[in-house]
């Protein structure tokens, strides 16, 4: 089943300075879509549309069919929960005067009469944060600390938490591992693929490093400039007939 899609999205800033341009692609139910480019090519201004937070200029955007981006924020509600986001910089996502387990209850306190909780069974709120822990591998007295007491992958993998605590369809994944070390950027992609298995979540993973996406996605898109430059299975990667620009990306990990 197709989750969300993006049917020729244009998007101009500052009256006409052209962001993105007729950008369309689909992403397929338990798949993890990679979106790779250079920094400043229009990724997170896609990602931030896809989320309703930025208005697109021409296009259509749907979730399971329904076309999103004309609605008011009343009647987006009952789809923001199925799109959820985790960025790149976690200190920023986290309120920094909110114990963890706190900022983990917010999200389910806002649409827990939407959600049917088939991965977390909340019979109290310490179990239901204990739970979320134990799935983002984190021990369970973490929750309370607050968001200066945690390491950035810590604080990256509460973010993480909070993402699929409302159990999403989808989770636009923007650079998620760009401010961690080495190691914690691979323990944290490692959980991230774990729980798209496990949870039966689809990704729309964004990143600048073609090696990260390919080891996270089934399929991946090349964007340039605003525009996606070719879009393939992951194992035709390296077939004959990529965009010469994708051959440029793949040059730069050989
Ligand atoms: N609100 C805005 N006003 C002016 N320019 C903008 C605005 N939003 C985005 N841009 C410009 O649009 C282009 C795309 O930015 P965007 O952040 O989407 O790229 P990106 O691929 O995510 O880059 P990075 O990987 O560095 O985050 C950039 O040139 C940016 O300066």
């Not at 798949?31 to 480019?37: R, T, W």
């Not at 950035?152 to 699929?164: D, E, F, L, P």
């Amino acid at each position: 089943m197709t989750l969300l899609e993006a049917e020729n999205i244009y998007k101009t800033v500052d009256k006409d300075i052209s962001v993105l341009q007729d950008v369309s692609f689909s992403l397929q139910e338990r798949a993890c879509l990679g979106l790779v480019g250079e920094s400043g090519c229009g990724k997170s201004t896609l990602a931030r549309c896809l989320l309703q937070i930025d208005a697109i200029d021409q296009g259509r955007i749907l979730f399971k069919g329904t076309p999103l981006h004309y609605k008011s924020e009343r009647q987006l509600k009952p789809y923001r929960r199925h799109i959820q986001a985790v960025f790149q910089n976690p200190t920023a996502a986290l309120n920094p005067k909110l114990k963890i387990k706190d900022s983990l209850l917010d999200p389910y306190l806002h649409y827990r009469n939407q959600v049917e909780f088939k991965h977390f069974h909340a019979t109290n709120s310490r179990k239901f944060v204990a739970q979320l822990l134990e799935a983002v591998e984190l021990p369970a007295d973490l929750g309370n600390r607050y968001p200066h007491e945690l390491s950035g992958g810590q604080k990256q993998r509460v973010t993480i938490a909070r993402a699929i605590s409302i159990e999403p369809a989808v989770i636009i994944l923007d650079e998620p591992t760009a401010s961690l070390d080495v190691l914690s950027q691979e323990s944290v992609l490692r959980l991230l693929d774990g729980l798209r298995e496990q949870l039966g979540v689809s990704y729309l993973f964004i990143s600048h490093d073609l090696a990260a996406v390919y080891s996270m996605s089934t399929s991946i898109m090349v964007m340039r400039q605003g525009m996606i430059v070719d879009q393939f299975d992951k194992e035709d990667l390296f077939a004959p007939d990529r965009h010469p620009y994708t051959r440029e990306l793949i040059a730069m990990f050989e």
